[in-house]
């Protein structure tokens, strides 16, 4: 079939280079079907700004505007976060990013959160950043 050494060492090498090249397609083909939830990741985001009623009317819930800031153009709301000691309630904004493939802007979004204060008295609202800075508002509640 094969007259020299010569030809059967190119049909060898023919041999691996196409398996090379199936392999290799294969690898790639792969990487372009994620899983699912592969390319989902969750990061509290920075506050930017939070619109706070100064004074509350007796029995009324607080409704609180929260711009938050996103990595990248795959960030989204996902979650408000609250911790409460005494009469201070510190909140912590998460981000849910949901892509494999996201713009490397920054951008942000407008979440709300609820607050029913549990009597009368002064509220102090803590909003926490990831740098460990955080700015604060209070709310006098009738």
Do not use: W
């Amino acid at each position: 079939m094969y007259n020299t050494a010569k030809q059967l060492s190119i049909y060898k090498s023919m041999q691996k280079l196409y398996f090379f090249i199936l392999m290799s397609s294969l690898t790639l083909t792969g990487c372009l079907f994620p899983k699912e939830d592969e390319c989902v990741s969750y990061y509290p985001s920075n506050i930017r700004s939070a619109d706070v009623p100064t004074q509350l009317p007796p029995q009324q819930t607080a409704n609180i505007s929260i711009v938050c800031e996103t990595l990248n153009g795959c960030g989204r709301a996902y979650a408000i976060e609250t911790t409460s000691i005494g009469d201070t309630l510190a909140i912590k904004a998460v981000s849910k990013y949901s892509g494999c493939a996201c713009t490397q802007a920054i951008g942000e979004y407008t979440t709300n959160f609820s607050f029913n204060p549990p009597g009368p008295g002064i509220y102090y609202f803590k909003f926490l950043n990831n740098d460990g800075s955080f700015f604060t508002r209070s709310m006098v509640a009738n």
